[in-house]
């Protein structure tokens, strides 16, 4: 084992007969297979107090250890995946409380680590963003506004995409989700560079069509084949 420490709790534990639970370690089986094992043991005394032994169990959790890696495998590459990701990321639970976010989400939406890490719920999440006047749009107090986002921003026929501007003047889309148990997911892209492009085409198209429009003369256009 590669924990000495963990050891020399049990035989501390041992040598002054105290119970112990739950020792995990590793054992390789005639066959050559490694299994997880886990025991726990009580001290045992004869009717004069003298130590007779330890009474305990031992039970084959290999399986369970293994599912435990998987998971833990798989978490930390569906961790690396939203840390690595160009849209922020936010998933809620049926209860309306944050489960998984990402530093992108925190990022663009203004909101502290510290705040996101207590899984607040969606409400304090509305809160904390109306209070950078992002909501004065909508009438009532702050649970009125909530009500009333929730019914234009969330749906469970399908994803509902819209945008926007924030106070610095850069744009967000998002998508919105709920999930089929009941949960949320959001994601928020800032599409800033995009919306400007968009502009600056569609200032060129005009100028372009009212150049055209008042031109003396007619315009046609050929194909550069013939």
Do not use: C
């Amino acid at each position: 084992e590669s924990d000495p420490e963990k050891w020399r709790r049990l035989r501390s534990d041992t040598n002054n007969r105290r119970l112990f639970r739950d020792f995990e370690y590793k054992l390789v089986d005639r066959d050559g297979k490694t299994l997880d094992i886990s025991v726990s043991g009580r001290p045992v005394h004869g009717e004069d107090g003298v130590f007779l032994g330890y009474r305990g169990t031992a039970t084959d959790i290999t399986q369970r250890k293994e599912a435990e890696r998987e998971l833990a495998e798989k978490t930390a590459i569906l961790e690396a995946t939203l840390e690595n990701m160009d849209q922020g990321i936010a998933m809620y639970d049926a209860d309306q409380r944050l489960s998984t976010w990402n530093k992108q989400y925190a990022e663009l939406r203004n909101l502290p680590t510290a705040f996101l890490e207590q899984k607040p719920s969606l409400l304090d999440v509305f809160r904390r963003q109306a209070e950078r006047r992002l909501y004065d749009n909508l009438e009532g107090d702050i649970e009125a506004k909530f009500e009333i986002w929730m019914e234009r921003n969330w749906s469970d026929q399908g994803v509902l995409i819209f945008e926007q501007e924030m106070p610095d003047g850069s744009v967000h889309e998002f998508r919105n989700a709920v999930l089929l148990d009941g949960g949320y997911l959001r994601t928020v892209t800032d599409i800033t560079d995009r919306k400007k492009t968009e502009r600056e085409l569609a200032e060129k198209t005009a100028v372009l069509e009212a150049t055209l429009e008042n031109m003396a003369g007619g315009v046609f256009m050929v194909d550069k084949d013939l």
